[in-house]
């Protein structure tokens, strides 16, 4: 009898401090990616490869603005704007394209 209680209250036990690492640790993560400024790599390549030698003024202007608001709208969000050329790595998913998918946004 007093291996089955003994097997209960180390069963009751780990699962009480199992809940509670999870809840402290789940408020630390928490609390740390509230501080955490998120960061992005603008990829402007399609923005200015469509334009060529012959490109008038108005065109190229256009894909500068293009940039420049992405820029903005993503900085005005409280996002940490990267240029693709200053990044030697970044995963993936950091990565915003400015090109036919964002037209518009």
Not at 92 to 99: M, Q, W
Request: charged share 25%.
């Amino acid at each position: 009898m007093k291996t089955v209680g003994l097997f209960i209250s180390a069963l009751f036990g780990g699962a009480a401090g199992w809940i509670g690492a999870w809840a402290f640790y789940d408020r630390v993560i928490q609390d740390q990616l509230a501080v955490l400024t998120p960061v992005v790599v603008l990829d402007a390549t399609w923005a200015v490869d469509h334009l060529n030698v012959r490109s008038s003024r108005e065109e190229i202007q256009a894909a500068m603005d293009r940039i420049t608001q992405e820029t903005e709208r993503l900085k005005s969000k409280g996002v940490l704007v990267l240029k693709q050329e200053a990044v030697a790595a970044a995963p993936e998913s950091v990565y915003v394209r400015l090109g036919r998918d964002t037209a518009g946004r």
